[in-house]
């Protein structure tokens, strides 16, 4: 959704939200990976397990949903487009996020993979990247269509494909024709000799 005052120079934030196991991580590497420098990926999971090791709980009025909407903001304001995602409960991230979108002055896309609890937890024993979650933890967290109920969210159903999913959020979010806004790779020499380079011969770094 695209704010009356946007301008050309604001970056885009995109929320890429689900249950554990629906592909949102995987998901969101990839949009990162295809958009290249310039865009900031930041998972939930990261940020509240390791950088704060809390736990996800109500109960204890959590610091992660404060501390996740502030690094995106700050990310924002320094010219990153951003792509945050994670399981983002509406129970205790809700009101930030919304708070999140409406300070925003720039595009802002929202995602949530709708996916059954029967497939989140074969995806889940089939990840690359096994996580200590054992399938009753994961039905005890499911929640079903747990939207964010903002203009414009985008619900990506079960039967799309990783590709599908990658390409609904970068066509849908605008990233894939945003321009980068940060010093790297905007001013950055060692990504002006890469963009010289035949893709043949450039090196990944």
Known sequence: MDKPHATDLAPTLVIIRGNSGSGKTTAAREVRRRYGRGAALLEQDYLRRTLLR?????HINPVAP?????TARTALDLGYHVILEGILHTERYAAVLHQLIDDHPGPVAVFYLDVSIDETIRRHLNRDEPIPVTPDEMRRWYTHRDLL??????TIPEPQTLEQTVTTILQASGLISAIPQTPCPRRCRHCARKADTPPAAATTS
């Open 149 to 154: 109920k903002v203009p414009g969210e985008t």
């Open 66 to 70: 404060a501390f996740i909407t502030a």
């Open 54 to 58: 809390e736990h996800d709980s109500a």
